[in-house]
């Protein structure tokens, strides 16, 4: 295919743009979301295409397939302009109310059909019957009309919907599709289901799958059933070749294909994908001679093997497992294949689409020797195997960093198209300046949520005990996968005194770097040592640790676990989250939205962020962090593409390359200072008033009486007929409000049935209001006080600290982001992405809000969105009454099985007499 100079020159224009593994598609053709993958087949929704090619600015998709992705649609699209379509990476892309601004594509000309809305198989000039493949100079056009066993060409690219081809290929005429001419032997003209077609200059290219072999013409045919000039896989153009690949000998040699399946060329060398053998072969020179063998074979470590995934040979094993298998680094797999389905150079660099594999690997040189690694991995994370499956879907969800089986490529000098089949869309991946790494758009609360764990010590003391922490795999014997650190009691010791040297032991370890898996910190009041994982998210759970002591020894230690816990995933982002980018040379500069500003602003700094082409508002930019808001907008899909756009003040404007954001209904985080967590939270208290909760559950039953005592003042509520338990909690509400000389006021928490009320009086006198309840025996509504009496008055929103800390069933207050949308409807309205949140009312997640603090039960009074904040949430928390004194009491709150980062926070309870020091 051609290489014209307006490639080039946007090529030297982004000079410093690359791929990198991990990263994500930047737009996608053929659907209105990343991760629609909508079956409707149209003008601009496509079904499970294959087949792919570029030139002159138009874009050619098949739109059937041989893999069983449905639906198969028998039609060949042909978008013209479609550079037009794509917004250049560098562009500022304007802000409207379009869904997704790189979801692009709307198809000019349909052949194989009379229109857009039809999917018929057919045997004529103009129909098809499942087609694969397409192949394109800019003026020439062919098709591997696969299942009709033929190749059609247009002498020119079609302008009419369903326009008849000039020529047929492989039949005599157009009205016949027999295999290799009706016999088994294969001739010169004939073709058994081809499945690659590629024009280079004044040559076609036929991947003749099922005749295993190549076949060449050197001027492109004029003429129905014209012969080929070269063979390459068979020594002759009448070499028998088996009809099903299980029939075939499983030898690879140089000069020997099995189920070839494309064929292209970079006008110097040749590529062939060799399914059959999971490889790529390499001719240097366009062969022109039959049978000629390849000089190099990519996927495999010789010529003469073909398994797939075949590490052996390609670099030294790791050893092998109790039950004798060899094992490989990871690394290795970056040389290896599983049913390839395409090749294709751009003069410098190799694409393969490694379908089996679910990835495209990429090699920044044309491969020279045998078995090369590539350079890249795009739709799989590092050096990953089919990492799109599950048990549950075999292909996985789609993401815009993923493919699943993809089949075939296309490069337009600054964009890599690659059709996903099964996600019936074409991804299209933009090089970029490699800033923002994999995971690089993380919740801006979380930010990384650690595992951790604890040992806390206990027993008495006796000198020369001996005490034994082992961190890392309990059957390792290499130490650098397990370390132990040991303590021998002295004369007079102390539990601060042990606690303080294993802390010290851990982080002064491996010549002062630090345990490789874990940092320890102290919390000295309980005698306990904290380990957290070196390593953020769910991977942290993995860590293993335990203690032992010496025989006889008194002293006790008590792990929390047998692993490390609470590492989560904060990459996974609800809409309308706060978010932080994080990468290098963002900006050139650090600047921050003017404080109380509304909307926020889209451009800061010279930076522009774009989720699925979206501007997004930003509240900081720097050189290594951008804080940002995800829009609301993107709850339709479970994956969006995310770049930046950088104008520097210079006046060169750079892109980032696209990372994908998955997408979740909601996954917490908790504002909180920075450092190493567990972090310091920014805990405030609810309320200069004293304040008690009434819990209203069960049933209304008609005729039961609800009774709330508050000292010697009772205030009931006769259940009526269809009364339901909030319209018992605003009865007594009502009651109790309904009295001028009450000490307290009733409201609700806004969270379940929970009647809350706050002393009229500020201050300590507020406190000590003896709350009760009182329903009958047999009554089936349950009023439960969570408190015997008004507590904890404070200065409301006046941070927790070590001198001033929360109390046992104190209401406390935390902000978070990436709790998801909010009920009831009318709350949802004021949502507007940037903009400050202007509901008034009550407003509450969709999905329920539980809370741990010390590890008992937080009840979760109210959560819900912050009037006058962006994206941010305020979550009120009431403590349990017998939560025991901690300087660095640990609490997360949690959404299904989201659970946010871990914070810490300061208690003091009364009634143990202790006072809390850090």
Request: some cysteine; glycine content about 8%.
């Given at each position: ?12 224009l ?27 087949s ?32 028998n ?14 990476p ?23 059909q ?36 033929r ?34 032997l294969?001739?010169?003209?004939s ?5 690659g ?23 492109i ?17 009448t ?54 063998s ?12 073909g ?38 150079s751009?003069?410098?660099r ?48 789609a ?28 991804l ?29 010590l ?18 390792a ?25 294993f ?39 993995s ?5 032992s002591?010496s025989?006889?020894?008194t ?28 990468g290098d ?7 921050s ?18 989720f ?56 917490p ?7 190493t ?68 006021e ?9 009647l809350?009320l ?32 008004t507590?904890?008055?404070?200065s ?50 969709k ?7 010390a590890?008992?039960?937080a ?20 403590l ?18 989201y ?20």
């Open positions: 295919m051609r290489v014209f100079v307006g490639s080039l020159l946007i090529a030297g982004c000079s410093g743009a690359e791929f990198f593994s991990g990263m994500a598609a930047r737009a996608v053709i053929g659907q209105r979301t990343f991760t629609a993958q909508q079956p409707a149209d003008q601009e929704v496509i079904g499970a295409a294959s087949g792919i090619a570029y030139a002159n600015g138009t874009l050619i998709v098949v739109d059937d397939n041989r893999v069983s992705a449905l639906p198969r649609n039609r060949i699209l042909i978008y013209r302009n479609i550079r037009q379509a794509i917004p250049n560098t562009d500022e892309i304007p802000i409207n109310n379009i869904r997704c601004q790189v979801c692009v594509g709307k198809a000019d000309q349909v052949l194989g009379p229109d857009f809305t039809k999917n018929e198989v057919n045997l004529s000039r103009s129909g098809m019957q499942h087609p694969t493949s397409v192949a394109t100079d800019g003026r020439i056009l062919a098709v591997a009309d696969t299942d009709n066993n190749v059609l060409i247009w002498n020119s690219i079609p302008t009419q919907n369903n326009q008849p081809a000039d020529i047929v290929l492989g039949q005599p005429d157009f009205t016949t599709a027999r295999a290799n001419e009706g016999g088994q294969p001739t010169q003209r073709f058994r289901g081809p499945q077609v590629w024009i280079q200059g004044t040559r076609l290219f036929v991947a003749d799958t099922s005749n295993n072999r190549i076949l060449i013409w050197r001027t045919p004029t003429q129905n059933y014209q012969p080929a000039d070269v063979v390459l896989g068979q020594s002759s153009f070499a028998f070749a088996p009809q099903d690949l299980s029939a075939s000998s499983f030898q690879p040699k140089a000069n020997t294909l099995l189920t070839p399946v494309s064929v292209t060329s970079d006008g110097t060398r040749v590529f062939v994908s060799d399914l059959g053998y999971n490889r790529v072969l390499v001719w240097n020179r366009i062969p022109d001679t039959n049978g000629a390849a000089d190099v074979v990519i996927g495999q470590a010789n010529m003469d093997s398994e797939a995934n075949d590490a052996k040979g390609v670099c030294p094993d790791q050893g092998t497992t109790v039950d004798n298998v060899t094992t490989y680094p990871a690394e290795c797999y970056r040389a290896t294949m599983d049913f390839p389905r395409y090749a294709l751009d003069g410098t190799l694409f393969i689409a490694d379908g089996g594999n679910d990835r495209i690997l990429i090699y920044n040189t044309i491969p020279t020797r045998n078995g090369q690694r590539a350079d890249v991995i795009v739709g799989q994370i590092a050096s990953n195997l089919n990492q799109v499956s599950d048990s549950a879907n075999p292909l996985g969800r993401s815009s960093d993923s493919v699943a089986a993809p089949m075939s490529l296309a490069w337009d000098g600054e964009n890599l198209y690659v059709s996903d089949p099964f996600r019936r869309r074409i299209v991946f933009t090089p970029g300046e490699v800033n923002v790494p994999y995971t690089g758009v993380r919740n801006l609360f979380s930010k990384d949520v650690f595992a951790i764990g604890t040992i806390t206990g027993g008495t003391l006796k000198e020369n005990d001996e005490l034994t922490l082992k961190i890392g795999d309990p059957d014997t290499d130490a650098k996968k397990q370390r132990e650190y040991k303590y021998k009691v002295v004369k007079d010791d102390s539990f601060t005194n042990i606690v303080n040297a802390v010290t032991l851990i982080n002064s370890s491996n010549n002062n770097a630090g345990d490789p898996q874990v940092l320890a910190t102290p919390n000295l009041l309980f005698g306990t040592i904290v380990l957290t994982s070196r390593i953020s998210g769910e991977e942290g759970n860590v293993e640790f335990s203690t002591t025989d006889g020894a002293i006790v230690s008590t792990t929390s676990g047998a692993t490390l816990s609470g590492g989560r995933d904060a990459a996974k982002i609800a809409p309308g989250t706060l978010v932080t980018i994080l040379n963002l900006s050139d500069e650090t600047v939205a003017p404080e109380g500003i509304d909307p926020l602003p889209k451009d800061l700094g010279g930076v522009q962020v774009y699925d082409g979206i501007r997004a508002p930003l509240l900081m930019v720097s050189p290594t962090e951008i804080r940002a808001q995800v829009p609301w907008e993107v709850s339709d899909a479970n994956s969006i593409s995310a770049y930046v756009r950088i104008r520097r003040k210079s006046g060169l404007v750079v892109s980032t390359a696209a990372v994908a954001v998955p997408i979740i209904f909601q996954n985080g908790i504002l909180a200072e920075d450092g967590d567990p972090r310091p939270g920014i805990v405030t208290h609810f309320s200069s008033n004293a304040t008690a909760t009434v819990s209203i559950d069960g049933t209304a039953n008609p005729n039961d009486v609800a009774v709330v005592v508050i000292e010697d003042r009772e205030y009931s509520y006769t259940v009526k007929e269809n009364d339901t338990l909030e319209s018992i909690l605003n009865g007594l509400i009502a009651a109790i409000n309904a009295n001028p000389e009450e000490k307290v009733a409201f609700t928490s806004g969270v379940f049935t929970r809350r706050r002393a009229k009086v500020a201050g300590p006198e507020g406190n000590g209001i003896k709350i009760s309840t009182r329903v009958a025996d047999t009554a089936q509504v349950i009023l439960t006080a969570t408190n015997s009496e507590c904890c008055a404070n409301g929103g006046s941070r927790v600290t070590i001198d001033n800390p929360a109390l046992p069933g104190e209401t406390i207050v935390v902000l978070a982001t990436g709790l998801g949308f909010v009920d009831p409807q009318e709350a949802v309205a004021p949502l507007a992405t940037g903009f400050k949140y202007t509901f008034q009312g009550i407003n509450r997640p999905e329920f809000v539980s809370s741990l603090a590890a008992k039960t009840n979760v009074l109210y959560s819900g969105l912050a009037p006058g904040l962006v994206g941010i949430y305020e979550v009120h928390l009431e349990n009454s017998d939560i025991p004194t901690n300087p660095a009491t640990q609490l997360t709150i949690a959404q299904d099985i659970v946010s980062n871990i914070i810490t926070f300061p208690v003091f309870n009364p009634r143990e007499g202790s006072t809390v020091t850090p």
